[in-house]
């Protein structure tokens, strides 16, 4: 059993050396066979495997992960979690794992710095705010909180932003306070620990090669570290979502695309909250060490490789300067990729596929690390009973061939301009 | 990246519009299963790690679409050639 | 007290430089840099740590340095996390330390020091949980205030950047002797060259060491390669210049400090330059980086690199400290003893890890130098080392009086470059470095940074590379003779930790790691090095770990039981070393951001003083003030009135347009139109609409018949990029057997309407008498070539956007400036008025048009009332999937019509429709309001949604709310167009 | 007349003051324009026919040709651009006849700015913004170049060793390229020469 994090545990372990702390999860050898299996350990498979614990009791599952845990997406994301969505299909659902964030340190044990700081997008012309004023509108419907700023509670939260000698002039923004970020890696750790607390088995250089199916459906994974069985199966894999469907014969509507993300030198405080800046596609918030963490849009082409071109690097970099001048001479200080799964219409997709047992969860585009609790309870669900949960009951596979689209921006089916 | 541009030379990929999978062909519209034959020429894909057929329009040069080979593990370019001349060879995958 | 040598060093004594630090006067001179200048001046406290706030100093005499980061400048110009061992120093300059308070000698903080018990690696996952609220409003404030390290400018950076792209066959990074090497023998072939060091001298270690190449000083040899390399034409030397990163295809970004090293850029120069070099083939020659040891207090300032006191000593003349222990686990750190011996520094002892027959070998031949085989466990000192524990191989320990403790723990290749496009490196267990393995396509490694450490290896590597780069590009040399240089030996046998260490070991200096850290985490079950990174932010501080990763990984194999190649690294990623987001944005920032697109009567309507706003790249007036009138209110009603009533003058050059000839334009037209073209006359435009191929609106327009194979078709203004790929596409991809010809003609052709009942009269006055405009002529929906008064041709449309009696005429873009004057002073009488776009506005909303904000790309024909227009006759893009079933349900939300039942209401755009009566809740949600207007005709708000079975519910009553601003009204349903709907006016 | 949408762009010395100026720039004016396309499989006739009528063939590869009173300027496969001296009379109509049913000719007189650059600086000053390589062993007199200044679209030919660049750029941008070409050339000196028509600095 883990010990209990707390300041008296800390307290209590600083003066013998911290010697006693065990493990945050165990290293175990994979089962010849599991009740489920969730492949991919990021924060959405961690997540999953807690839920299938702790919500349906499962106790025998697994997490296979071809690398460490956390080293995906949940590793490498900009750490922005919010529900100021558009779309009906979409606000409950991001709604819920809102919710689920704001109690998640006290049910999993294990601070995530889960910080609302608000999130505020900028708009810049007249069409802008009425589309502000249209998703706000929507989400006060649904219950949730939102405001929108002018021009002058703008300049007083944000007075280094540019208003005098902008090219696209800050008009106001939608702040959703209640958005914020989280320490991307304690996600997947905290997860990690609880689920493996309940007794999931978290095995990591564990990727998965082939899927094996009879006329029953699925019935298990080959591995690196050779075949396990079960008859339930959910696939996590973000980025790598097509590579481990076609395993199975399934062909998706995702493509595989690369996000670049940045983080400058340590500074004091600067940036109060989450910014998006509404002429161009930029985002910055400030990490709890200091670091200015922002990004932009995808580098446009299809790519598994984990790193990007220099346009990209220098378009961020334009945008950043154009909203905020005194970044100027603030440093880049390390740039990165990730791989994500950009669906068609540009939102996610829990669902049964044409293989029994085998289920996918994909399709998260730039926006999953927010999703990451109520998808793994969504998917959980899923899973356990066989029936899609009542908050994710949109993200169904067949939409794209019904027209049951949840096209937030309206890019149709065009993964890169999501 | 430098996409080799078989009119104009090696450009730099900020000069080009990507638009994505070469390989998919659209189907005829007047088929009976049109409409399936539609929903997977519109939206699924074969998203291969490895070598990838794809579509590139040179909007910063000779306004030509292209078919460009690369490899999505490390973006390594294996040619270029015109859409036109794929595309009317009535080349399939 | 000073510390700087009486002669020696590479520094210009004729130029003093006076400089601040933390407000204190100093003066050192040209050449120095500024860590080097405040070690002359006996400055050795330089900042404080992240998280103990510890004393620090300085380490190293280059990039890789943790510990002196100040911040440069002040005000608008403020740099913070600045390496002084980085910046070269001029007059004037200004520095102060940062992440201390009140000041850096007395820093409350570095009561941080006592609880680092509890601070270990992770502490914050374990606590601050309770209560829940107390994160956001006590923890968090606390520990960011605490966090972060300087603190940057506020105001906008005055400066201007800029980049630039250069060409190469072979460039080369890093000049030290590998890499003047590489360039001199490729360079001699002709070849075309680049040279890039980021240091401001360039020569590398030949400026740091003592050693001969054929007998004379290396740095004089230096000074004869560089001054060949100018020599050449083909050759560009980059001093000052850090390639900070390596990209596909033989892209390397690198950044140009161009006048960094002034108080303030010259007038019309930048600060700093990023440049694309775009390189055939590259040779890397970027060096190696010394590695600190671990024992207890190693951060103390006085405590530094042994090759950095080389450094200082050999380079700039200046003596780190006045009696030293060197500390070393291989054969360079005794280099570092004879070169403090000889520039009159007094070296108390080397102490040698090694076993001792290493040290009594090593002792004879450095005779003058106490030797002791053992470990340093431990520096003294408050804020400067005093003293050193020294525990011997035969277990007895001693304390040694110093100022200053030289360590080395061996030098790592700088190969970070080699690894930006996802190699790793390799270990090579028997020199226990990592090396270069796999390399990016084009690029060879030459030098230390491959490995090869020795003078005479990286001048053999380097010559060899710089030929077989230059010949991979098809040009041929020949080997030089080599020269003699000094012997050098570089054994090593690493010493990852001293075990018996007295205080906190560290080994990332600048995120406070300690050994212990990185042994507890281990524990702790983050095994992974990726995992040890992240949980404990070893390498990821402004340094990225360039003097800890090793020693890290090792620690962590050790803990594990496992190898170092098995263990591996972590990933190296651009940037090399950190670079200011200003030069990556160059000359894109404020007013160029992004280009300005002019319409072609911009100059008139400014001259009118019309107020302007952006619409995509565009600006485009908004409305034109008249005496008195000040916000859009008034002018705008005023130009709709006259549209209405006389005739108003507005410019839509920014609509698309292209040009479509050839036997088959019609063809190509038919498929990308949605509805019926193959009807259309010559002489006749009709409205068309496009499809995606997903079924759902992507753009429309007008397509006129200007002759039997000649189109005319026009985009919005947003889409007009879009559209005119996606022709391409259509035709080089779909139907590449078409025989079509098209080019975009927006910037050809000024075009403006020309709207209202006197428009007629009005267009008489500038076109040729001779042409009719009868209705019988020219009816609604004509198109033609006429010609203006003067006898230039210009192309007339008559179609109405408002409702009105309407034409657009066209003429070539740089007669548009011309024409629209001539319009605005014929019609002076007829009452005419310019026209901005909020009452283009007014007058689409009045007349039921869709723009962008119903052409949303979420919206279908059907959704906007238009889907009886989808011909079911011939194939269209969207022909097939704009009929699934969902497209075209009856109960999607449908465009109407909306006026306020209170007249004195008001609408605004975004909000939703809600059923009278029912609660304002997401169940009862039916849509929303995409277009608003005041109608000055109708005089009341009135509107377009997207409703519910829209079409069904005309004159039902439903609410509109915006529970966001807190406002609501009950609005009518009624059909989008609000006036003449049986198009009489227009017609007219 | 100056063009209506030329706000910062006028003739004098800017940047750096002293020496020589690094860049001299001035627009060409009065030219006619027009964009040739050649019909499907109809290149060579299409330059079998500019050949007849203005004593050159439009060239097959990014480069230039200077026929009788026309220039065609390659701008992608079977496109070019034909630049004149300004002459009355439709230009549709006159290379329309000249190319009959080989090509479709658009007018595009009235779309682009003109510019003539020359200077010891010239090409630094284009590398600035543009990322081809302007070396004389990569892009010499009579090449041409269909790419972008500054993420603007353009037309760079050469027209002189010395080297001499004429620049096409789309004029409602012009201002935006101006802004980028100044800031650009300030640190050499730039002078801008009181505009000139085409026609007086073609041979
Ligand atoms: C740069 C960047 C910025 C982002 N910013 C945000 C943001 O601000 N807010 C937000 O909400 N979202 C953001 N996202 C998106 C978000 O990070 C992802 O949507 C989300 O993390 C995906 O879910 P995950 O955590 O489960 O994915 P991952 O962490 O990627 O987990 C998938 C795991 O599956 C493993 N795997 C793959 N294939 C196999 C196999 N065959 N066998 C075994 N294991 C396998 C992978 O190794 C990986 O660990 C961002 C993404 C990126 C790249
Ligand atoms: N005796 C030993 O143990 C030992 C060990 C290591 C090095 N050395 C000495 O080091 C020297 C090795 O020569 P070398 O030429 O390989 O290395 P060097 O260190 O002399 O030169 C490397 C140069 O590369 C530059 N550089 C590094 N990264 C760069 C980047 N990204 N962009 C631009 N510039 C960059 C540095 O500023 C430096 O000038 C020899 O003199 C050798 O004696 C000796
Ligand atoms: C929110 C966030 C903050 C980060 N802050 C830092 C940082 O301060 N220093 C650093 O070196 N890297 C930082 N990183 C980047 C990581 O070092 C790493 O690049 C990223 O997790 C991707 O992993 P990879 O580079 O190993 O592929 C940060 C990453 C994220 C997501
Ligand atoms: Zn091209």
Known sequence: MASRYSIFSLLRESLRGHRGWTPAWRDPEPRPAYDFIVVGGGGHGLATAYYLAKNHGARNVAVLEKGYIGGGNVGRNTTIIRSNYLMPGNIPFYEHSLKLWEGLEQDINYNAMISQRGVLNLFHNDSQRDQCVRRGNAMHLHGVDGELLNREQVRKLLPMADFDNARFPIMGGLMQRRGGTVRHDAVAWGFARAADSLGVDIIQNCEVIGIRQDDNGVMGVETTRGFIASRRIGMACAGNTSRVASLAGLRLPIESHLLQAFVSEGLKPLVPCVITFGAGHFYISQSDKGGLVFGGSIDMYNSYAQRGNLPVVEEVCEEGVALFPCLSRVRMLRSWGGIMDMSMDGSPIIDRTAVDGLYLNAGWCYGGFKATPASGWCFAHLLATDQPHDVARAYRLDRFATGRLIDENGSGAHPNRH | MRIPCPHCGPRTHEEFTYYGDATVRRPSSSSPDAVAAFYDYVYTRDNPFGLHRELWFHQGGCHEWLVVERDTRNHAIKGAVPARDVFKAGESK | MSSRLAQGGMINRQQACRFAFDGAEYSGYAGDSLASALLANDVRLIGRSFKYHRPRGILSAGPEEPNALVELRSGA????????????????????????????????????????????????????????????????????????????????????????????????????????????????????????????????????????????PAADWAAQAIAELRSLPDVRLFPRTTVFGVFDDGVYGAVERVNDHLPVPPEFQPRQRVWRFIAKQTVLASGSIERPLVFGNNDLPGVMLAGAVRTYVNRYAVLPGRRAVIFTDNDDGWNTAADLVAAGGQVAAIVDSREPVIVSELSRRFPEIQ???????????????????????????????????????????????????????????????????????????????????????????????????????????????????????????????????????????????????????????????????????????????????????????????????????????????????????????????????????????????????????????????GPGESAWFA???????????????????????????????????????????????????????????????????TAARLAE??????????????????????????????????????????????????????????????????????????????????????????????????????????????????????????GVVPYGLEALNVLRVEKGHVVGSELNGQTTAHDLGIGRMLSTQKDFIGSVLGRRANL????????????????????????????????????????????????????????????????????????????????????????????????????? | MADALHFA??????????????????????????????????????????????????????????????????????HWLALGPHATGAVEARLGTAFGTHASVFDQSGSRVLLELRGPRARDVLAKGMSIDLHPRAFRTGDVAVTTASHLAVHLWQVADEPVYRLLVVRTWFDSLWRWLAASAAEYGCEVLAPAPYASHTA
């Open chain 3, 77 to 216: 110009r403020r740099e913070p996390n600045t390496r002084a061992t980085d910046v070269e120093l001029y007059d004037g300059l200004q520095a102060t330390s940062q992440n201390r308070w009140p000041s850096l000698r007395f820093d409350v903080q570095a009561i941080n020091g006592l609880f680092s018990p509890l601070f270990v690696a992770g502490f914050y996952y374990k606590t601050f949980m309770w209560p829940a609220s107390f994160w956001e409003k006590v923890y968090e404030p606390m520990i960011r205030r605490a966090a972060g390290l300087g603190r940057a400018a506020l105001e906008a950076d005055p400066d201007h950047y800029e980049k630039s792209w250069a060409h190469c066959d072979v460039l080369v990074i890093g000049a030290g002797p590998a890499g003047l090497a590489a360039a001199l023998t490729a360079a001699r072939t002709g070849a075309r060259v680049i040279l890039a060091d980021e240091n401001f001298a360039l020569g590398g270690r030949c400026l740091a060491e003592r050693r001969t190449i054929d007998g004379q």
């Open chain 3, 371 to 625: 030797a002791i085989a053992g470990e340093v466990t431990g520096a003294r000192g408050g804020r400067h080392v005093e003293s050193v524990e020294v525990t011997s191989r035969s277990g007895t320990s001693r304390r040694l009086d110093c100022d200053l403790v030289a360590m080395s723990g061996g030098w790592s290749p700088t190969l970070h470059l080699t690894s930006h496009k996802g190699n790793r490196p390799r270990w090579d267990e028997e020199r226990s470095i990592f090396v270069p393995d796999m390399l990016p396509a084009g690029m060879r490694v030459a030098g230390a940074a491959n490995g090869d450490m020795t003078l005479g290896e990286a001048l053999v590597t380097g010559f060899r590379q710089g030929l077989t780069a230059a010949a991979a590009c098809g040009f041929s040399g020949s080997m030089p003779t080599l020269p003699r240089v000094t012997d050098e030996s570089t054994r090593r046998v690493p010493l990852w930790r001293v075990r018996q260490a007295s205080g906190k070991c560290f080994v990332d200096f600048q995120n406070d790691v300690t050994a212990d850290d990185v042994e507890l985490t281990a524990h702790e079950g983050y095994r992974s090095i990726e995992h040890l990174k992240r949980y404990t932010t070893l390498g990821m501080a402004t340094d990225q770990g360039k003097t800890s990763n090793v020693t890290g990984i090792a620690l962590l194999a050790q803990q594990r039981s496992m190898s170092i190649a098995a263990t591996g690294t972590t990933t190296f990623r651009p940037p090399y070393t950190p670079v200011a987001m200003g030069a990556l944005a160059g000359h894109h920032r404020g007013m160029d951001f992004r280009p300005t697109r002019y319409a072609p009567s911009h100059r008139w309507a400014s001259e009118l003083g019309a107020s302007f706003t952006e619409s995509g790249p565009w600006l485009r007036a908004e409305w034109f003030p």
């Open chain 3, 635 to 701: 002018p705008t009603c005023r130009e709709v009135k006259a549209v209405r009533s006389a005739v108003g003058l507005c410019d839509v050059s920014t609509l698309g347009k292209i040009d479509v000839q050839g036997p088959d334009a019609l063809k190509l037209i038919e498929r990308l139109y949605a509805n019926n073209f193959a009807t259309l006359a010559v002489g006749r435009a009709r409205y068309g609409i496009m499809l995606r191929e997903d079924g759902f609106m992507f753009d429309d327009g």
């Open chain 3, 709 to 830: 194979n000649r189109y005319l078709i026009t985009t919005t203004t947003s889409h007009a990029v879009q559209v005119y790929q996606h022709m391409h596409l259509c035709h080089q991809a779909l139907w590449p057997e078409l025989d079509v010809q098209f080019v975009s003609v927006t910037d050809q052709w000024a075009q403006f309407a020309i709207a209202g009942p006197r428009s007629r009269e009005l267009l008489q006055r500038v076109l040729d008498p001779q042409i009719d405009l009868s209705n019988q002529a020219f009816p609604f929906m004509a198109a033609g070539e006429v010609r203006l008064r003067n006898g230039e041709p210009a192309r007339l449309f008559r179609i109405s956007f408002s409702g009105e009696l309407a034409y657009e005429i066209a003429v070539p873009g740089h007669d548009g400036d011309s024409l629209i004057r001539a319009l605005h002073a014929a019609g002076q009488d007829l």
């Open chain 3, 888 to 988: 075209i349900d009856p109960a999607r939300p449908r465009l109407v019509g909306i006026r306020t039942v209170d007249r004195n209401a008001k609408l605004a755009g975004g909000m939703h429709f809600i059923p009278q009566g029912a609660k304002c809740s997401i169940e009862h949600d039916q849509g929303h309001v995409t277009s608003v207007c005041y109608s000055p005709i109708l005089e009341q708000w009135i509107g377009l949604g997207l409703l519910t079975r829209g079409p069904e519910r005309h004159g039902e009553k439903v609410m509109v709310v915006d529970p966001l601003r807190g406002a609501e009204a009950l609005v009518e349903v009624c059909s989008p167009v609000f006036i003449d709907p049986e198009g009489a006016r227009l017609r007219g």
């Open chain 4, 9 to 78: 762009f006028n003739p004098g010395r800017l940047g750096h003051r002293e020496g020589a100026p690094g860049l001299v720039l001035q627009e060409l004016t009065q030219f006619t324009l027009a964009s040739v396309i050649a019909c499907k499989d109809q290149a060579a006739q299409a330059a079998a026919a500019a050949q007849r009528a203005f004593g050159t063939s439009p060239p097959m590869a990014p480069a230039t040709a200077a026929g009788n009173a026309l220039t065609f300027i390659w701008s992608g496969p079977g």
